[in-house]
């Protein structure tokens, strides 16, 4: 199997910035996307970012212009830069991927830990 480590979350004021990441591992495995989503206290689990393999991004419109998505596949890792923080964006965010385990031959998703970002006024 493939385990998801996230780090990176914390406190910070508005307009301020973090980064989070993502790192894979395991082994005989390979990663066809990664994403980024979000659960807000009380509401639902919804994308803020995802990544191919091959580069592709795409974003909630919330998120535009602030947040870029990222990876290194050297290290199986995904970065989530969020500038110009606000409050709103206060959540537990969750990693995501999508991977191909070579052994048992299936497609498989996982979900990572959760890191909480709280963004104060």
């Known amino acids: 199997q493939v385990q998801l480590v996230e780090s990176g979350g914390g406190l910070v004021q508005a307009g301020g910035s973090l980064r989070l990441s993502c790192a894979a591992s395991?082994?005989?495995?390979?990663?066809?996307?990664m994403s980024w989503y979000r659960q807000p206290p009380g509401k639902q689990r919804e994308l803020v970012a995802g990544?191919?393999?091959?580069?592709?991004?795409n974003y909630a419109d919330s998120v535009k212009g602030r947040f870029i998505i990222s990876g290194d596949n050297t290290k199986n890792t995904a970065y989530l830069q969020m500038n110009s923080l606000k409050p709103e964006d206060t959540a537990v965010y969750y990693c995501?991927?999508?991977?191909?385990?070579?052994?048992?031959?299936?497609?498989?998703?996982?979900w990572g830990q959760g890191t909480q970002v709280t963004v104060s006024l």
């Open positions: 995501y991927v999508n991977v191909d385990l070579q052994r048992e031959g299936i497609r498989i998703n996982y």
């Open positions: 395991g082994t005989m495995f390979r990663i066809n996307a």
């Open positions: 990544i191919t393999s091959g580069g592709s991004t």
